[in-house]
């Protein structure tokens, strides 16, 4: 697949999914740069691929596993001396990167699953990766587990959810995304995924995820974020907001119905924003942690604290 057909993908949905999107990025960056001719100007083959970064960037404003991801695979090459060096950098880092990602997944299963009690009902939102791998640890290491799963309007994602835990002999309970209040007195804990994480522990993540978080917190049922690392926003250091995704209104609403609905407006916004308030902890590669703690995985995890932020964007 070329870097264009990667960037369209994501685009238009084919490929979704905070690390999903993410890996593939950084997949396609690696294989264009093989489909660039050798020159020996190491200048020319930077350019080339922050031009090609830069419409992978396009594709999709919120998840920040994106820009995180091309950031840690470009960093270095742009400091290379020699095109063959930038050449090897690229394809070390992003092997590294994809590598490390699936790593953390594994990581935050392991860890997901010691919070998934046998016998517990598990409320999921969207389709997560890394909540998903949680819960089916659990049922590898032989819990009797069961789980909630929403629709997920417009898109459907649900539907993808239902499928892996039906394929997995896990007891599943499906219904629309509004029906969330009513379910949660039958369910005993959340987990989702996340999209974003700011600097102050709040969690973007599918639209609805905030309802969802606030009825669990009128419940008195624990939610839990799954979410690697390069979910975190440094940016927010320095105050920058996180964009939330509009997208078209004919995913809501068919061009054909809307006609004839002049005085309706129809909003699509992708996802939505949960306060660290609501959330119980945050399990990450690094540990489990409680949502205020997030400038720490920025700093000491990732290496952006204050000083590099300003350095590097100031
Ligand atoms: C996907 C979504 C997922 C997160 C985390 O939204 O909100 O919960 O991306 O997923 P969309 P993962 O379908 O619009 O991409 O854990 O797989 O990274």
């Given at each position: 697949m070329t870097l264009l057909q990667t960037a369209e993908q994501i685009q238009t949905m084919q490929i979704r999914g905070a690390g999903k999107i993410a890996r593939e990025a950084v997949a396609a960056l690696r294989d264009h740069a093989e489909t660039l001719p050798r020159t020996g100007d190491v200048a020319a083959f930077i350019r080339e691929m922050e031009h090609a970064a830069s419409i992978l960037l396009g594709t999709r404003p919120t998840a920040v596993s994106l820009p995180n991801a091309i950031q840690m695979v470009m960093r270095d090459v742009r400091t290379a001396r020699t095109e063959e060096a930038a050449r090897r950098i690229l394809r070390e880092k992003a092997d590294a990167f994809i590598w490390s990602s699936r790593t953390a997944l594994d990581r935050i299963a392991a860890m997901g699953a010691n919070h998934i009690p046998d016998g517990s009902i598990v409320m999921t939102h969207c389709n997560s990766k890394a909540a998903l791998g949680c819960i089916l640890e659990a049922k590898r290491q032989g819990k009797d587990i069961e789980v909630y799963a929403t629709?997920?309007?417009?898109?459907?994602q649900g539907r993808l959810t239902i499928k892996t835990l039906n394929d997995n002999e896990i007891p599943t309970t499906y219904f629309v995304d509004s029906a969330v209040r009513s379910m949660m007195?039958?369910?005993?804990l959340v987990i989702v995924g996340a999209d974003a994480i700011t600097v102050n522990g709040a969690v973007v993540n599918k639209i609805g995820t905030s309802q969802i978080a606030l009825c669990a917190n009128e419940a008195r049922k624990n939610v839990i974020v799954t979410a690697e690392t390069?979910?975190?926003?440094?940016?927010t250091i320095l105050g920058e907001l996180i964009q939330i995704e509009e997208r078209a209104q004919n995913e809501v609403l068919p061009d054909d119905i809307a006609a004839t609905l002049p005085f309706v407006r129809v909003k699509n916004p992708v996802f939505d924003v949960t306060p660290?308030?609501?959330?119980d902890m945050i399990i990450t590669e690094a540990g489990a942690l409680p949502p205020h703690l997030a400038y720490t995985i920025m700093r000491e995890?990732?290496?952006?604290g204050l000083d590099e932020l300003q350095n590097q964007f100031l």
């Open positions: 629709e997920v309007r417009p898109w459907n007195k039958e369910i005993d390069y979910k975190f926003a440094p940016r660290a308030d609501y959330i995890y990732l290496g952006w």
